[in-house]
């Protein structure tokens, strides 16, 4: 790994600071050479502190490391992401993130669509909702219409439409999604079952 330091004329890159778990971004740091290899050193994110102007180990007074998980170099060499496993609140302010958002992971539309379901299921009334009025009549509706769906996704499995085929898993996924949140779960927590089968 080559970086240019050089390429500035303070001798400092960005580094920028991921969590390796939820690839949430957590701050923006500086880094020179030698704040680079103290952190390799010790595992221990530490950056170039423009305004004390030292060395400083991201927690050194808080407590609130970042463990060093992996580091990746852009294109230019002059810009770092580092993937880091966060010790309580990164930013000084006490939020998870410099930017006042929530540490947690995100799966994209996924994530989007249990948010949606979260809402109707919430403050959307039967006569308004499809989803409002399905979880209105309790969780073995909810759990009979994935078994339904399951059903057909493996019939059109067997089948030679494509288009029926994603159409039926759509719908499969989304009660799904249902079903977990009847149960008081989200996504998350299933990705946690697998990811305890890791090998």
Not at 43 to 64: A, I, Y
Not at 89 to 110: A, L, R, V
Request: proline share 2%; hydrophobic share 40%.
């Amino acid at each position: 790994m080559t970086i240019d330091f050089n390429k500035n004329t303070d001798g400092l890159v960005p580094a920028i600071i991921q969590d390796a778990s939820t690839k949430s971004v957590l701050m923006l740091g500086y880094m020179n050479a030698e704040a680079f290899e103290k952190t390799k050193a010790t595992k221990l994110v530490t950056f170039f502190s423009r305004t004390k102007n030292r060395l400083w180990t991201k927690g050194e007074e808080s407590g609130n490391v970042l463990h060093l998980v992996d580091i990746k170099l852009d294109c230019d060499n002059d810009t770092l992401l580092m993937s880091v496993n966060p010790k309580g609140p990164t930013c000084h302010k006490g939020t998870d993130t410099c930017w006042g958002e929530d540490n947690m992971s995100n799966y994209g539309f996924i994530s989007h669509l249990e948010a949606i379901i979260e809402d109707r299921r919430l403050h959307s009334k039967p006569s308004e909702s499809y989803v409002s009025s399905l979880f209105a009549k309790g969780i073995n509706k909810v759990a009979q219409k994935v078994g339904e769906e399951a059903v057909e996704v493996v019939i059109e499995a067997k089948d030679n439409d494509d288009n029926l085929f994603l159409n039926e898993s759509a719908d499969l996924l989304f009660h799904y999604l249902m079903l977990l949140q009847a149960k008081g779960f989200k996504i998350e927590d299933v990705i946690s079952v697998l990811k305890g089968r890791e090998k």
